[in-house]
């Protein structure tokens, strides 16, 4: 019998996590909903997915949880029923990874009679030994078999998360810059924009959007950009690239026509906004791109003068950007 799993995603690319894991061959794709694709799992590799947020491999789910006590004492009856060998053998084999115990993050919406370490209390210790509480902020230890409980309306999903850690937490990315990009959605411009050629993204900051394009796609060739030194320095501890280099992204240093694709999450919130003659950014963009070229933007809205091929609205963190495949309109 297949693992169910399910994807956790940014809002908006839901469907893109869909599409990667049906090309990895990941899995079957049974349900995309909110913030979620829930799949059957028929092939390893589920913690080489790079747009979702993390993978959990499903281990009950359970109806009938409603606001008083008493659910609990059902959640744990639902998770004393967990086959806990089969649910881990559905995922990828972590050698020691489980061996220090168990730990349990619970989250439930709506008002209830007990809170999330109440649920989180009930599950663990049925879920395997030593349990390690998370409450009056203890801390479990690194390594215990994390386990989440979610609650929406009156049913529960028990499901351990695949990996030792959440998917979207890159080992690369040592450095930061404000305003940096989640990897995941980094990924998803570099999937959206089929990197080829010369992949640049002109105000780069930590590196993150050409460091998901070079891992989509070793063969393209990138380069990064920004205006400020400790972008250029985090983005060259994160990652290999062609070249790192400050630069104006109203002058891009590179021929007219030369660029295949470009990435771009330019500045927009009020505090950080593009600064020298980033207002020139898009006559840039356009000058610089070749013919046949596209650019794949995470901004507020669609700037003048370009065609939108593809549009993702996106939420994230309170914010609703855009994910646009753009080209300049010639019209
Ligand atoms: C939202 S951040 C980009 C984050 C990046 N995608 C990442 O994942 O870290 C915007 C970047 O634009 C840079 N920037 C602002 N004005 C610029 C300009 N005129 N030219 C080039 N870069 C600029 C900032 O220094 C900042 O690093």
Not at 309 to 319: A, M, P
């Amino acid at each position: 019998m297949h693992t169910l799993a399910v994807a956790r995603s940014v809002h908006g690319i839901e469907h893109l996590v869909a599409a990667e894991i049906r090309h990895a061959g990941l899995g079957v794709v049974r349900e995309v909903r909110h913030r979620e694709v829930w799949f059957e799992v028929t092939g390893p590799g589920a913690l080489e997915l790079r747009l979702a947020d993390d993978v959990l491999l499903v281990g009950a789910v359970v109806d009938g949880v409603g606001p008083r006590r008493d659910a609990l004492r059902r959640l744990a009856s639902a998770a004393a029923g967990v086959d806990v060998r089969a649910v881990a053998a559905g995922g990828p084999p972590e050698p020691g990874e489980r061996s220090r115990g168990v730990e349990v993050s619970a989250s439930f919406l709506g008002r209830r009679a007990y809170n999330r370490y109440d649920i989180e209390d009930a599950v663990g210790p049925m879920l395997g030994r030593p349990y390690h509480s998370r409450r009056d902020g203890r801390v479990p230890p690194a390594g215990a078999a994390s386990w989440r409980v979610t609650v929406e309306g009156e049913r529960a999903v028990i499901a351990l998360r695949a990996g030792a850690r959440p998917l979207h937490r890159r080992a690369y990315k040592v450095r930061s810059v404000p305003g940096t990009l989640h990897p995941p959605l980094a990924a998803a411009m570099a999937y959206l924009a089929e990197p080829k050629g010369l992949v640049i993204d002109p105000c780069c900051g930590a590196g993150t959007t050409l460091i998901e394009a070079a891992a989509l796609a070793p063969e393209a060739r990138t380069l990064g950009f920004d205006r400020c030194g400790e972008a250029i320095a985090a983005a060259a501890a994160n990652g290999p690239c062609l070249a790192w280099a400050r630069a104006d992204a109203g002058r891009v240093p590179l021929h007219s026509g030369s660029v295949d694709r470009v990435l771009v999450n330019p500045p927009w919130q009020r505090q950080v906004r593009l600064a020298g003659s980033g207002h020139r950014l898009w006559a840039e963009l356009r000058r610089v791109l070749a013919d046949g070229g596209r650019v794949v933007a995470l901004v507020p809205e669609v700037p003048r003068g370009w065609a939108v091929l593809t549009r993702v609205d996106i939420s994230l963190f309170g914010r609703h950007p855009i994910l646009a495949i753009m080209t300049p309109d010639k019209s």
